[in-house]
């Protein structure tokens, strides 16, 4: 302690032999230690995950996947559509309980850009929606279904994701927007034809283009069984008040005139016409006429 008992304000230090040079007193210290730490997942997100249903491949929730729907990549759009189908198969019960969530996060894709996203969303529409009909519980989710398919048949651009229908081909060319729809797995091609049936009604373009598609399939080497589903979609459409039956009948003479007349006929051929005429029998219409078809371009 200083002479007079008082206390120093400053303690000065003394340099010790041997040892590094001491700073000057004016002199600021700048440097500095830094700690992280690392969150494996947010809390917002881990606050009942574990408890969530997950897909076998990714380990993806259900709230994951349908924020993916919306990523601004393609492969990722695709493998959420593809993880949704997986994570529905795999967990029934999310289904009816989500149903809402799942179509209105799916449906917006069907004029998606990518052609690869758009067979996924096919894939998780054949999947999902025979079940739904089944269990009596797709009606409330029709109309959103069939605003996002109508949008898509609306658009004018000339890329091909948007062009009018699955073998039409619109104004600007390119392919259809879900086609080509004969190389479409079976599951894909019904999810597609109930897309369209749920239009309201069912115009005389799109007609046409079904009995392009039917006509392409009767068409050696191919069988005819796609031509008889779409034969079978468009009595259905008849029943449910999607398709008039003026235009009905003049979808089934479209096949009748074009599938060739009776005789020794190519076996899809006569499935075409075999089909159509027992269609048109249970109509109970008179045949019309039949559309007039635009040369393929």
Not at 148 to 164: K, T
């Amino acid at each position: 302690m200083p002479k007079g008992g008082k206390t120093a304000d400053f303690k000065k230090r003394k340099q010790k032999l041997g040892k590094k040079k001491l700073a000057p007193t004016s002199t600021t210290a700048t440097q500095f230690k830094t700690r992280s730490v690392v969150l494996l997942e947010q809390a917002q997100f881990a606050d009942g995950r574990d408890t969530q249903p997950t897909t076998s491949r990714g380990s993806h929730t259900l709230p994951e996947l349908l924020a993916q729907l919306r990523h601004y990549s393609p492969d990722v759009r695709r493998d959420a559509l593809l993880g949704l189908n997986d994570l529905l198969h795999d967990h029934p019960s999310l289904l009816h309980t989500h149903a809402a969530e799942v179509l209105s996060g799916a449906a917006p894709l069907v004029s998606d850009t990518a052609a690869r996203v758009r067979r996924a969303l096919l894939t998780l529409l054949g999947a999902v929606l025979p079940r739904l009909e089944q269990s009596a519980a797709l009606a409330p989710h029709e109309p959103l279904l069939r605003l996002n398919l109508q949008a898509a048949l609306s658009r004018e651009e000339p890329a091909p994701a948007l062009e009018p229908f699955f073998c039409a081909r619109g104004r600007h060319g390119g392919a259809p927007i879900f086609g080509p729809f004969l190389a479409l797995p079976r599951a894909q091609r019904q999810a597609a034809l109930h897309l369209v049936l749920g239009l309201r009604p069912i115009s005389r373009g799109l007609l046409c283009a079904l009995a392009r598609c039917a006509l392409a399939d009767a068409r050696p080497p191919r069988s005819g069984d796609v031509a008889v589903e779409l034969v079978r979609a468009v009595e259905a459409g008849g029943w449910s008040g999607a398709v008039d039956a003026q235009a009905q009948a003049s979808f089934y003479a479209t096949l009748l005139a074009e599938a060739g007349g009776a005789g020794a006929q190519p076996p899809g051929a006569e499935a075409v016409r075999n089909a159509a005429l027992g269609a048109l029998r249970r109509a109970e219409v008179d045949q019309g006429a039949a559309f007039v078809l635009p040369a393929a371009r």
